[in-house]
Every structure is written in structure tokens, then in C-alpha cells.
Nanobody, 124 residues
Framework: QVQLVESGGGFVQTGGSLRLTCAAS????????AGWYRQAPGKERVLVASIPGGGGTNYADSVKGRFTIFMDKAKNTVYLQMTELEPDDTGVYYC??????????????????WGQGTQVTVSS
């Protein structure tokens, strides 16, 4: 139905920047909502940025002012621009998408997809 492929992670020093990319593919679908989650070693996965279905953006307090989530709807691609990175930003980042999929008979269904994760390591 819908598959997500992430890219853009890597190693960066404190204060550096990275842009994560989440490319969605499939047939007869459109993205309804999207988000980026982070899972640090030994910690639970937490939502750091999202685009709700109704529009706009939301950010965790820890990244507000430093991260920006945005989407290119024509390319079905979601991005996370990360600036002023800190060691606490280290973790595996996962893209999450809720999409509307149409069948051959134009029946609609909502599906959820996850990216494979991309490692972000910020050194101090």
C-alpha cells in the first residue's frame, strides 16, 4: 500500500545541521498526516515533530525553534530539518505517515506506515 524510505542521518558535531528525508511510495494514495519520532538508547520512542491531518505543525518542547518539519506533497516526501543539534538529539529517527489509499473501486482506507529508521549521532 504505502512504503516509507528514510535517508539523511549521520554523524554531526554539536551545533551542526542535518536534513532527514522520508519518501513515500505506493499507488492511489495521499498523505493525511506525518510525524518524526526519536528513540534514544534505553529510552522510549517519542514524537518530536508532526504535521496533523488538519494542517499546521507541532513540536516537542525540546526541539522547538531548532527543528522544522515540512512536506512536499507533489513528491509525497516529508522532511525534518534539524539545526543547532545537541547530544540529547542523538537517536534513531523514524518517519510515520497516515495515508488515505483508494482501491480500484474507489473505496477509501486509512493506512499507517513507518520508515526503517535512520541513525543521528551528535557528538560533544
Amino acid at each position: 500500500q504505502v512504503q516509507l524510505v528514510e535517508s539523511g542521518g549521520g554523524f554531526v558535531q554539536t551545533g551542526g545541521s542535518l536534513r532527514l528525508t522520508c519518501a513515500a511510495s505506493g499507488r492511489r494514495f495521499s498523505i493525511y498526516a506525518a510525524g518524526w519520532y526519536r528513540q534514544a538508547p534505553g529510552k522510549e520512542r517519542v514524537l518530536v515533530a508532526s504535521i496533523p491531518g488538519g494542517g499546521g505543525t507541532n513540536y516537542a518542547d525540546s526541539v522547538k525553534g531548532r527543528f522544522t518539519i515540512f512536506m512536499d506533497k507533489a513528491k509525497n516526501t516529508v522532511y525534518l530539518q534539524m539545526t543547532e543539534l545537541e547530544p540529547d538529539d542523538t537517536g534513531v529517527y523514524y518517519c510515520n505517515v497516515i495515508a488515505t489509499v483508494l482501491s480500484e473501486t474507489w473505496e477509501a482506507d486509512a493506512v499507517e506506515a513507518w520508515g526503517q529508521g535512520t541513525q543521528v549521532t551528535v557528538s560533544s
